[in-house]
T-cell receptor, first 111, second 113 residues
Framework: DTAVSQTPKYLVTQMGNDKSIKCEQNLGHDTMYWYKQDSKKFLKIMFSYNNKELIINETVPNRFSPKSPDKAHLNLHINSLELGDSAVYFC??????????FGSGTRLTVV | AQSVTQLGSHVSVSEGALVLLRCNYSSSVPPYLFWYVQYPNQGLQLLLKYTSAATLVKGINGFEAEFKKSETSFHLTKPSAHMSDAAEYFCAVSRKGGGKLIFGQGTELSVKP
């Protein structure tokens, strides 16, 4: 039973398209995150939600819009995809700072 | 503000040799510190964490790390490397009570037979 699950695992799309990545956690955590891992494997936080409320938004283009319908779900919608958006996107959840659990990632390729 | 620096983007050891991956942190508040491992094309797996209890932390797969406040370090060690340890390792910091996890640049560990 996967703790943090992301779908899809792979996403190949053309420039200009709009796409969404879904994330769900069954750990009962109150905070969820989106991280971006670039081609050099550097991990950078994008967004964080606590009980459906946006608490972190790290200078991410407006084309990226997170949505949290409830505290167990955090989706990421990306408009007008660009080549530079190609990366691996990780969803994570945590309870305070005691532990952060990551999903297996979504590899986005924009062509 | 918090930050993490991992010294060495690539470390190569022989099988059976000591593994030492270096991590230094900067934090204006008492930190929580983590080591994660990422195998090729996989997600991040928690190896161990320091959350202000014992300064010597033991994790999975025989890894351990020691929190040294005076040196602002949290180096990861393993006495004897296995081929299966080859992966990318990330040190990360957060603050007590929660908040974002800030990662270092990562260190790729290679293990030679």
């Amino acid at each position: 039973d996967t703790a943090v699950s992301q779908t899809p695992k792979y996403l190949v799309t053309q420039m200009g398209n709009d796409k969404s990545i879904k994330c769900e956690q069954n750990l009962g955590h109150d905070t969820m995150y989106w991280y971006k891992q670039d081609s050099k494997k550097f991990l950078k936080i994008m967004f964080s939600y606590n009980n459906k409320e946006l608490i972190i938004n790290e200078t991410v283009p407006n084309r990226f819009s997170p949505k949290s319908p409830d505290k167990a779900h955090l989706n990421l919608h990306i408009n007008s995809l660009e080549l530079g958006d190609s990366a691996v996107y990780f969803c994570a959840s945590s309870w305070q700072a005691e532990g952060y659990t990551f999903g297996s990632g979504t590899r986005l390729t924009v062509v | 503000a918090q930050s993490v620096t991992q010294l060495g983007s690539h470390v190569s050891v022989s099988e059976g040799a000591l593994v030492l991956l270096r991590c230094n942190y900067s934090s204006s508040v008492p930190p929580y510190l983590f080591w994660y491992v990422q195998y090729p094309n996989q997600g991040l797996q928690l190896l161990l964490k320091y959350t202000s209890a014992a300064t010597l932390v033991k994790g999975i797969n025989g890894f351990e790390a020691e929190f040294k406040k005076s040196e602002t370090s949290f180096h990861l060690t393993k006495p004897s490397a296995h081929m299966s340890d080859a992966a990318e390792y990330f040190c990360a910091v957060s603050r007590k009570g929660g908040g974002k996890l800030i990662f270092g640049q990562g260190t790729e560990l290679s293990v030679k037979p």
